[in-house]
């Protein structure tokens, strides 16, 4: 089984071809890197770029992977959570083609796509496992039993890790995106004494809160004038913050779950301070980590491929049905 994967749930295009015996066949990615000019993603352009991109980015993959249309099996497209106009570029080229091709459609959960990325490699997970899903707009700690199996265990009451970094990036004048700006400066800082707290830590519990260090920070930013030598030491105070919150919240939770295998998901997940230091903590607790390439932390159509594969060749059938879902709880989800 040929399938085509299309993510838009934000800024990215991002198209793959996966197959249930060959494996990835070929994955490509247009990034919107002129969201950077206004700070953030800006809805409506992202939608036009979508719009834009979408079919001449599926024809480049095809044409290098050798793949005809008729070649494909089913097309998996993310139908949320996400910005609805995106999402909507996304779900209405994947219908309008796979009717046009007979094939069937499948609305793929975007969260679901990260949870399911590291199988993509070749040292891939079994079930069940531990997972950090930590990205722009979402933190929580999940434990997955298989495919749709997904129990949350905790997530942020407010601001999502990625957050975090954007909007303290910003604050510090560092551009966008927000976690390989911090990241940048942080290497050039050291720890000189400016403690920033670590939320939630103090308390039994999985949730995460960054709100609240964001705020730290700005108040740390403007207590003195701001040189390059100050903006990095607070990069690096805020980055070490934001890992230890992360390392703090997943020893509970292996220890709680008793899992020996914990995946790390999400944009933020290609931060290499915080794979250190998940690294230095599960061979203290002999558990093994995993993660996907730092091209699948970001958003991709190859996470969104594999995850329609397995849950077409498990046996969910399509419907038929139009729709996307920008708010869609991870825990509605079901096996196929």
């Known amino acids: 089984m040929l399938v085509l994967g299309i993510e838009t749930s934000c800024d990215d295009t991002g198209v793959a071809l996966y197959d249930d015996k060959e494996g990835l066949k070929a994955h490509a990615l247009f990034s919107q890197v002129r969201h950077a000019a206004y700070?953030?993603?800006?809805?409506?352009?992202?939608?036009?770029?979508?719009?834009?991109?979408?079919?001449?980015?599926?024809?480049?993959?095809?044409?290098?992977?050798?793949?005809?249309?008729s070649d494909l099996s089913a097309i998996a497209y993310t139908a949320g959570p996400g910005l609805a106009g995106a999402l909507l570029v996304g779900a209405a080229l994947a219908r309008a083609l796979a009717f046009a091709l007979a094939i069937p459609a499948l609305g793929i959960h975007h969260l679901?796509?990260?949870?399911?990325?590291?199988?993509?490699?070749?040292?891939?997970?079994?079930?069940?496992?531990?997972?950090?899903?930590?990205?722009?707009?979402?933190?929580?700690?999940?434990?997955?039993?298989?495919?749709?199996?997904?129990?949350?265990?905790?997530?942020?009451?407010?601001?999502?890790?990625?957050?975090?970094?954007?909007?303290?990036?910003?604050?510090?004048?560092?551009?966008?995106?927000?976690?390989?700006?911090?990241?940048?400066?942080?290497?050039?800082?050291?720890?000189?004494?400016?403690?920033?707290?670590?939320?939630?830590?103090?308390?039994?519990?999985?949730?995460?809160?960054?709100?609240?260090?964001?705020?730290?920070l700005l108040q740390a930013a403007r207590a003195q004038p701001l040189d390059d030598i100050r903006r990095a030491h607070l990069a690096y105070a805020l980055q070490d913050a934001i890992v230890d919150t992360l390392v703090i919240k997943c020893r509970r939770a292996l220890l709680a779950t008793g899992h020996t295998r914990l995946v790390i998901a999400g944009g933020v997940g290609a931060n290499q301070t915080l794979r250190d230091r998940l690294t230095e903590e599960t061979q203290n607790l002999k558990v093994a980590l995993y993660y996907p390439r730092p091209a699948?932390?970001?958003?991709?159509?190859?996470?969104?491929?594999?995850?329609?594969?397995?849950?077409?060749?498990?046996?969910?059938?399509?419907?038929?049905?139009?729709?996307?879902?920008p708010r869609w709880p991870l825990n509605e989800l079901t096996p196929p």
């Open 39 to 69: 700070g953030g993603v800006v809805p409506e352009l992202a939608s036009r770029d979508h719009i834009q991109k979408l079919l001449p980015v599926i024809d480049a993959l095809l044409q290098e992977s050798k793949t005809e249309l």
């Open 112 to 216: 679901e796509g990260h949870l399911l990325a590291p199988k993509l490699e070749a040292d891939a997970p079994d079930f069940p496992f531990l997972a950090l899903l930590v990205s722009g707009g979402h933190t929580l700690l999940a434990d997955v039993q298989g495919l749709g199996r997904y129990t949350i265990l905790g997530e942020s009451r407010d601001d999502a890790a990625g957050e975090a970094f954007d909007k303290s990036a910003k604050a510090l004048g560092l551009g966008y995106p927000g976690g390989p700006a911090i990241s940048a400066a942080a290497a050039q800082g050291h720890d000189a004494g400016l403690r920033l707290p670590r939320p939630l830590t103090d308390r039994p519990g999985l949730d995460f809160s960054f709100s609240g260090l964001k705020t730290a």
């Open 296 to 325: 699948f932390c970001t958003d991709n159509g190859a996470m969104i491929a594999y995850a329609g594969c397995q849950r077409l060749v498990a046996g969910q059938t399509d419907r038929g049905e139009f729709g996307i879902r």
